[in-house]
């Protein structure tokens, strides 16, 4: 039973799909024109091409699950994601978005190249770094911290399924939230 709800929380609390949720709490607080236009170049870049990524992978054979467990099996499409959230992040400069959207665009750039650096190395949990990237976010944007339990939520899924260590999920989480919360701080509250 334990297991099962575990395995519940990770599936619903995917980073892509809490990133889309993250969007819509984003651009409502974002100023300026280009508002809709701009969330949805972060959907596309950021959550959107990551998941057709790992869907065409999958269907390939090249990871052997959405989650992609075996940290030899994450550089190439680490390396795709970083990719698109480079090219978002440059589609948003050109657009003049506004700076919230800029901000949560940089954040996912910047975590993508953080996991594949880290990925050569050692496994880290990318969805601790995406849920608490999220919270930290929200968080940064709207303040209270009801945000921390989805996220404290994914963090001990992951445990409970052993897939990763405390650790792993210690530094996905305190990567998540520092970047975001350094990201949000410098661009927002400038």
């Known amino acids: 039973m334990k297991q099962k709800f575990a395995q519940r929380v990770s599936q619903v609390l995917n980073p892509m799909f809490v990133l889309a949720i993250v969007i819509v709490l984003v651009s409502a607080k974002a100023a300026g024109s280009g508002v809709w236009t701009a969330a949805l170049v972060v959907f596309v870049f950021g959550a959107f091409v990551p998941l057709c990524i790992v869907l065409h992978m999958l269907r390939r054979g090249e990871i052997s699950e959405v989650f992609i467990p075996d940290r030899a099996d994450r550089p190439r ?45 050692w496994k ?42 405390v650790s792993q999920i210690l530094a996905g989480g305190i990567a998540g939230a520092g970047v975001t919360f350094l990201i949000f701080g410098y661009m927002i509250n400038a």
């Open 77 to 121: 499409p680490l390396c795709l994601f970083a990719a698109s959230a480079w090219l978002g992040v440059g589609v948003l400069y050109l657009l003049d978005a506004p700076q919230a959207l800029n901000a949560l665009m940089l954040c996912v750039a910047v975590l993508s190249v953080i996991a594949l650096v880290v990925t050569a190395h």
């Open 124 to 165: 880290i949990s990318l969805h601790a770094m995406g849920l608490w990237a999220a919270c930290a976010a929200v968080i940064a944007l709207y303040g209270g911290w009801l945000a921390v339990l989805p996220a404290g939520l994914v963090s001990w899924a992951r445990f409970a399924l052993r897939v990763h260590s």
